[in-house]
């Protein structure tokens, strides 16, 4: 599958949710503060990116990150809503590419770029049984 015959640029999608404990950096890391993690801020803007493109795909296609350059801007404590967007900003045959940012109720608490890469699923599989 070419991802430049469904994947357009422009295509988006936006993400929202309330930081739970289980999310912060505190959860993962004995005395350190209850405040947004930033892997967990990472994998909302993969999640996000994946939502902008995923109903296009052919059956037995997904797409897996390949690519996260990203800057967290501020801290979000244990109850704060996040929105996360991805706005796609390039596709190739079998990579596509995004801008991605973060925003809590006050704060653009982050912003980057995203790629992510077309896998079939079978194939995939079978590869991986053979590693």
Not at 22 to 41: D, I, K
Not at 72 to 96: K, N
């Amino acid at each position: 599958m070419d991802a430049r015959d469904i994947v357009k640029v422009g295509m988006s999608a936006e993400r929202t949710l309330v930081v739970p404990p289980e999310r912060t950096v505190g959860h993962f890391v004995p005395h350190m503060p209850m405040v947004y993690a930033t892997p967990m801020m990472i994998l909302e803007m993969e999640m996000t990116a994946g939502d902008a493109i995923n109903k296009y795909l052919r059956p037995g296609w997904v797409t897996v990150g390949t690519e996260v350059d990203v800057r967290h801007l501020a801290a979000t404590p244990v109850g704060a809503r996040v929105r996360t967007t991805a706005r796609v900003v390039a596709v190739e045959r079998r990579v596509v590419r995004f801008e991605i940012e973060a925003f809590d109720d006050k704060h653009r608490i982050g912003e980057g770029r995203h790629a992510r890469g077309l896998v079939n699923v079978e194939s995939f599989t079978r590869h991986l049984a053979s590693r």
